[in-house]
Nanobody
Framework: QVQLVESGGGLVQAGGSLRLSCRAS????????MGWYRQAPGKQRELVATIYRAGATNYLDSVKGRFTISRDNAKNTVYLQMNSLKPDDTAVYYCKISLITRDDYWGRGTQVTVSS
């Protein structure tokens, strides 16, 4: 009943920046947590960043100081600002939301490629 659409991915050179957006629509009664995951070829999916309803955040150690997660509750949207990108950041990035009903929903993913 809920759809998530990511945008903002693309190809950038090392040191560049991108901002990912994920908008949720559908039967939304309330969103608890929102987060971003990524998966590189041949690797397991990993949690990049999480933002909780009150605004607290958690980050993967390798992105701390470079990435910032934020949310706009009125727009049901979560963002990931990515600065100082490195080739190791190359992956498909997925957003996930957890509703207050404890149901989880995933986006289709957006490709981020960082060249050296």
């Amino acid at each position: 009943q809920v759809q998530l659409v990511e945008s903002g991915g693309g190809l950038v050179q090392a040191g560049g920046s991108l901002r990912l957006s994920c908008r949720a629509s559908g039967s939304i009664f309330g969103i608890n947590t929102m987060g971003w995951y990524r998966q590189a070829p041949g690797k397991q999916r990993e949690l990049v960043a999480t933002i909780y309803r009150a605004g607290a955040t958690n980050y993967l150690d390798s992105v701390k100081g470079r990435f910032t997660i934020s949310r706009d509750n009125a727009k049901n949207t979560v963002y990931l600002q990515m600065n100082s990108l490195k080739p190791d950041d190359t992956a498909v990035y997925y957003c996930k939301i957890s509703l207050i009903t404890r149901d989880d929903y995933w986006g289709r993913g957006t490709q981020v490629t960082v060249s050296s």
